[in-house]
């Protein structure tokens, strides 16, 4: 089986969830501490071994790619003032992944900002990072799209991330039916998206991580469009799924929804703790505030 070397990034939203700032900041490039949120995404794509990596952005967002452009004034700036950690900073996000960009021409949803990749990855699997999902991992713990990878190079089936989620929380995600194969590993039967509670398969919701190969083209194309005539990613899935060709996998880390705003919140906390620059000051920060409140 082939190993996954490539991943793709959808990135052309419109960020609605964090109005007004994203009228005019793409969210992509909102700040988790000091680092924008896909700066993460990347990240964990490159240490996963995907370090070819598309980006699919629309309108107004040439700021990604400024972002991971070379900077030349800048560079000579901090060299000049002999700022080299800073410098090795910026330079860091020059040699980062060999990083493309194609512009999806209208965003019309997951499923479609795909379909733009397909002459990028040809007939090679590749992962999907979801730009809203940071997973954070420690310790032996690998990438959470390498846990994903892993499996699909083993068993040659689309794999996607699964977490468990509360009932409450069963309608924000696409929710599956699945049969044990092994601890993380199972086999997935059915998957809708987004379903009432009353409605749900189980537990278990499909988070922002997939590996999929050119089979996934094919089944996108398969896919009847919804009524608003948008074809559905999780409906292409349920095409895999029925055919007995899809998994999920139950993935070992700490997953936070950027996109929401209670969880981004915490995504700065949490990550900040772990700063040791900041750590400590922070700590005591929050023993204080506690205390008032």
Known sequence: MKRVKKAVIPAAGYGTRFLPVTKSVCKEMLPIVDKPTLQYIVEEAVAAGMREILIVTGRN?????????????LDAALEAAGQEELLSVSKKMENLADIYFVRQ?????????????RSFTGDEPFGILLGDDIIYTEG?????????????????????????????DIPKYANVRAEKISERLYSIGEIVEKPKIENKFSNDAVIGRYVVDAGIYEAIGRTPPSPNGEVYF????????????????????LRYDAGNKLDYLKANIEFALRDPVL?????AYLKELSEKL
Not at 61 to 73: A, G, L, S, V
Not at 235 to 249: C, I, P, Q
Not at 279 to 283: D, I, P, Q
Request: overall charge negative; aromatic content about 10%.
């Open 234 to 253: 999780t409906d292409s899935l349920g095409v895999l799924a029925k055919e007995g060709l899809l998994h999920g996998y139950r993935f070992e880390g």
């Open 279 to 283: 750590e400590s000051g922070l700590r």
């Open 140 to 168: 032996k713990a690998k990438p959470g799209i390498r846990q994903l990878a892993d499996s699909y190079e083993k068993t040659g089936k689309t794999t996607v991330a699964l977490m468990r989620v509360a009932d409450d």
């Open 61 to 73: 967002k040439k700021i990604i790619e400024d972002f991971f452009d070379y900077t030349p004034e």
């Open 105 to 117: 021409k209208h965003p019309v949803g997951f499923a479609d900002a795909v379909m733009y990749a």
